[in-house]
């Protein structure tokens, strides 16, 4: 058994060890009113287009302990994914082995190390009602953009995030200061014009249209995907943070794909297989 300290020690070294780039922790304690507004206003402006799901768990979003009773704390990792690759037509993060795949694994060994010390654990990679990337934040992981993702100063917002729930209590990381400020550049760049100061639209967001949709899209919506495929990375390619992020460490968040100037069903299909991009083209 290790003291609170050094037990948080011991995951930050080896989750390091397991190819995370940053680990930080924070109360599982209930988001402000202030956050729980917005989202509802969110929700309630139908800004989360078809994906009806996440007004559903909007109360766990808002109440970690709802989804896991007995929550003390947040152990939350940060993955960068960000690699070279000409293949724009796919959103980078779906080009490699599919990210809930990859980290599960390592996150169900981190948890093991908090089992041993006498916790119970809920683990989510983007799998869950739980709110990954305010959860980051709290931890002091980075901060939320104006694309509405987690952006650190590292790698800006090439970051998968996978979150431990547990019943311990582990000393707490302070958030980082938004570096944003003035910059709107993901604003600017966004193809839709999607972000605002309400946040993401999803209804007119290009990722969400070419993933999330499974209706047909009007002639409007095909003009905004274009030549997509599956996922923007737009906002993320613009955020300045992000310019001369390092090559992911884990090898499955390495790999590129390239299709060819008009690809068939069929290689799409094969392309997909064994990343995210199989929840659409099986």
Not at 24 to 37: I, K, M, P, Q, R
Request: net charge positive; charged share 25%.
């Amino acid at each position: 058994m290790f003291p609170s300290e050094a037990l948080k020690v011991k995951l930050k070294d080896d989750a390091a060890k397991l190819g995370f780039d940053a680990l930080g922790v924070c109360g599982a304690h209930d988001f402000c009113e202030g956050d729980a507004a917005r989202l509802r206003a969110w929700l309630a402006d139908g800004m989360n287009d078809k994906m009806a799901y996440l007004a559903r768990a909007a109360d766990k979003k808002i109440s970690p302990s709802k989804f896991f009773a007995g929550a003390q704390s947040a152990v939350v990792v940060c993955a960068n994914f960000f690699r070279p690759s000409s293949e724009t037509r796919v959103a980078l993060y779906a080009q490699g082995g599919d990210y809930h795949e990859v980290l599960l694994p390592k996150l169900e060994k981190l948890a093991e190390i908090l089992k041993e010390n006498g916790g119970e654990q809920k683990i989510s990679v983007d799998s869950s009602p739980l709110w990954e990337k305010m959860l980051a934040a709290r931890a002091g992981l980075g901060w939320i953009g104006k694309n509405t993702l987690l952006i650190r100063r590292e790698n800006g917002a090439w970051n998968f995030i996978g979150v431990i729930l547990t019943t311990l209590f582990l000393p707490r990381d302070e958030p980082v200061e938004n570096l944003c400020k003035d910059c709107d550049a993901c604003v600017r760049a966004c193809p839709a014009s999607a972000l605002s100061a309400d946040g993401l639209d999803a209804r007119l967001c290009v990722s969400n249209l070419s993933i999330e949709r499974r209706d047909e899209l009007s002639e409007a919506e095909k003009k905004l995907v274009g030549a997509r495929i599956f996922g923007c990375d737009v906002c993320l390619r613009a955020c300045p943070f992000g310019f001369g992020a390092p090559t992911a460490k884990i090898k499955e968040f390495q790999k590129t794909l390239k299709l060819s100037e008009h690809p068939t069903a069929a290689e799409i299909s094969a392309a997909a297989e064994g990343t995210p991009m199989r929840r659409r083209f099986k």
